[in-house]
């Protein structure tokens, strides 16, 4: 009798995350279609004007992410900022701009922590035996399964001005991409039609000649920050895949390949 009752409460709790399940995955799947107010939609418009190049097709999916978005992460205020449904609306719009067309998410980010400018970190670097720690000052941070802390004033400067190549919330949510494969290492998680060795000799190519040309004091439509490493150069990529495509497309047209094959976009032909 008692293996019974076992086995019984067993399947009851197993029914019950089942039906929550259901219930959370039916309630996600009505958010991804569910339009925006058009109060939340003039907000999104006027603070980040990239999103006017969108077609339609796009700008529609775009605000089922974005309700998804707002759903699933909190944004707390850090340094006396207190946060806005402009910032909220802002931040949302400018991250799920890379996950507007393809199947990635950002399954693991639950919080975003927002300053009112630049803020203090300490970053800590290992040489052998050797630790150092040192304090910088950031416009942003992603960490890898959240959070990601970001600088309000960078924030909307980036967003106010959608063609100089420069966008702190588009970097960092880049971060997050290349981390849903495991590591932050400039190579995501890559679409079935995609070739490993294709991205890995396109892009460490790419990275050389930056690296070249930043030695000379040239520049480049990539910002040299990328010489950074691997994954710095992935991030400020996709920053100047968004704003300055063209550009991008003619300077490094192989790595444009990659992140339009990625992100499943072609923002060089968006009017």
């Known amino acids: 009798m008692p293996t019974l009752i076992v086995l019984a409460l067993i399947a009851l709790t197993a029914a019950a995350y089942g039906l929550r399940s259901l219930m959370r995955r039916r309630a996600r799947a009505a958010l991804r279609e569910a339009p925006l107010t058009e109060a939340q939609r003039e907000i999104i418009r006027a603070r980040v004007p990239i999103i006017r190049r969108l077609p339609p097709e796009l700008a529609q999916a775009l605000e089922g992410r974005v309700n998804l978005f707002l759903d699933q992460v909190q944004f707390h205020g850090r340094g006396g900022l207190e946060v806005s449904e402009e910032m909220r609306l802002s931040i949302a719009a400018q991250a799920c701009l890379l996950v507007v067309n393809s199947d990635a998410w950002f399954s693991n980010l639950r919080t975003i922590l927002i300053y009112p400018g630049a803020f203090k970190s300490r970053q800590r670097r290992s040489d052998g ?56 290492d400039g190579v995501p998680l ?19 000649r930056l690296c070249e040309v930043t030695r000379r004091g040239e520049r480049r439509v990539i910002d040299p920050y990328g010489c950074e490493g691997h994954e710095e150069f ?17 300077e490094e047209p192989e790595v444009y390949t990659q992140l339009s094959a990625l992100f499943r976009l072609d923002p060089a032909e968006w009017r």
């Open 129 to 184: 035996f050797v630790v150092t720690e040192r304090e910088v000052v950031r416009t942003g941070e992603s960490w890898a399964r959240g959070p990601v802390i970001l600088s309000w004033a960078h924030s909307d400067a980036g967003a106010a001005d959608d063609s100089d190549g420069h966008n702190v919330v588009i970097h960092e949510f880049a971060h997050q991409i290349d981390d849903l494969s495991g590591q932050t």
């Open 190 to 208: 890559l679409n079935p039609d995609q070739s490993f060795a294709t991205w890995a000799r396109v892009f460490t190519e790419a990275y050389e």
């Open 234 to 250: 992935f991030a400020v990529s996709v920053e100047v895949f968004f704003e300055q495509p063209a550009a991008l497309r003619e």
